[in-house]
């Protein structure tokens, strides 16, 4: 205990390493205009004294304000790395989902941090030999209470939901974790393989010519509603080259344990997959536009390359250019007014 509170006191004065890879940062802008990044960084870089060979670095800025402080779990061991943010403005709480790995195990780790002060830290999945990336992760604030009789009631809960891709070295997958938070701790974990909530009735064939790059499928990606009650996932299926969208609301029947239920009768719906090439490396982001319209993107030096599915098909892949006159920035803020125009 007296080791987790010295470490909680660690703060980093000098600026986040500028050459860390995109994966291995996230972003998040509240409405209040609180910037929060978090960064993986190398401790022999930083000069940390640490059984840890990579940590999360957290950044906050707010007006001309700027503090950084390491995520204190991550000082105790192992390489921490592939993080991401949500946040809940009721609460205030920022919450941070990311994969440490020591040695052969690997386990995926959920804390949060409110008022300048870190939760204990919850390891959510642990195995050996599995790597997980392309972490993202959402939050809603209503259950949908299902009484005996069948009646709905909407109610207030604060649910944290993460999706990744996991990898085994045999098999490959997109997995699903909801957490249940209740007066700002973790009370309840459940996991899935994401496969389990689609509609094998509704599922559309993909490409499996030769051009048909597959990893465009090992991105998922997690839109919050604007009502906060329902998340979409959006993520792919390597034996059928498809891409699956569907709706997950946190439910919980009165009289019964358990909020995760597959969302028989919500939008499921497969989108096939686009010839869209990209490297192991790369991020895939995804913007999510009116009418169920998507947008698959990737950032690089020279241009945003990107792919939409509109009217129930996929685009050819095309570049907005980056130079001088458009950075890669304002090449995205483009695609995202394209996504939710009529």
């Known amino acids: 205990m007296i080791k987790r509170i010295l470490v909680a006191l660690v703060l980093i004065a000098a600026p986040l390493l500028a050459a860390a890879d995109t994966p291995n940062r996230a972003f998040l802008l509240t409405h209040d205009g609180t910037l929060f990044t978090v960064e993986s960084a190398y401790t022999d870089e930083l000069g940390v004294q640490s059984p840890s060979t990579q940590v999360l670095v957290l950044t906050v800025r707010n007006d001309s304000n700027t503090a950084s402080t390491i995520v204190p779990e991550?000082?105790?061991?192992?390489?921490?790395?592939?993080?991401?943010?949500?946040?809940?403005?009721?609460?205030?709480?920022?919450?941070?989902?990311?994969?440490?790995?020591?040695?052969?195990?690997?386990?995926?780790?959920?804390?949060?941090?409110?008022?300048?002060?870190?939760?204990?830290?919850?390891?959510?999945?642990?195995?050996?030999?599995?790597?997980?990336?392309?972490?993202?992760?959402?939050?809603?604030?209503?259950?949908?209470?299902?009484?005996?009789?069948?009646?709905?009631t909407s109610i207030n809960g604060l649910t944290v939901h993460a999706v990744w891709w996991e990898d085994t070295g045999r098999n490959q997958w997109a997995r699903y974790a909801m957490l249940t938070i209740d007066n700002g701790m973790l009370s309840d974990i459940q996991?899935?393989?994401?496969?389990?909530?689609?509609?094998?009735?509704?599922?559309?064939?993909?490409?499996?010519?030769?051009?048909?790059?597959?990893?465009?499928?090992?991105?998922?990606?997690?839109f919050e509603s604007n009502a906060y009650d329902t998340v979409d996932v959006v993520f792919g299926d390597l034996v059928s080259n498809n891409m699956h969208r569907v709706t997950i609301k946190p439910t919980m029947k009165i009289g019964?344990?358990?909020?995760?239920?597959?969302?028989?009768?919500?939008?499921?719906?497969?989108?096939?997959?686009?010839?869209f090439r990209t490297e192991a490396t790369a991020r895939v982001s995804?913007?999510?536009?009116?009418?169920?319209?998507?947008v698959l993107y990737t950032q690089g030096k020279?241009?945003?390359?990107?792919?939409?599915?509109?009217?129930?098909?996929?685009?050819?892949?095309?570049?907005?250019?980056?130079?001088?006159?458009i950075s890669s920035e304002a090449a995205v803020e483009v695609l995202r007014r394209m996504a939710n125009a009529e």
């Open 74 to 152: 991550t000082l105790l061991g192992g390489s921490h790395t592939n993080p991401a943010l949500a946040y809940d403005a009721a609460s205030k709480s920022l919450f941070v989902f990311w994969q440490r790995q020591n040695g052969m195990e690997s386990d995926l780790v959920f804390c949060s941090y409110e008022n300048g002060k870190w939760s204990e830290a919850t390891s959510v999945d642990s195995a050996r030999y599995h790597d997980s990336h392309n972490i993202q992760i959402a939050v809603t604030r209503k259950i949908d209470q299902v009484d005996a009789k069948g009646n709905h």
């Open 191 to 222: 996991i899935a393989d994401l496969s389990l909530f689609t509609n094998v009735a509704k599922d559309v064939d993909g490409p499996h010519d030769a051009d048909f790059n597959s990893e465009i499928l090992r991105h998922p990606s997690l």
């Open 256 to 275: 019964a344990e358990g909020r995760l239920r597959i969302p028989v009768g919500v939008k499921d719906a497969g989108l096939g997959a686009p010839h």
């Open 286 to 294: 995804a913007i999510s536009g009116d009418s169920d319209k998507l």
């Open 302 to 325: 020279t241009g945003v390359s990107y792919v939409t599915y509109t009217a129930g098909a996929w685009s050819p892949v095309r570049t907005l250019t980056v130079d001088d006159k």
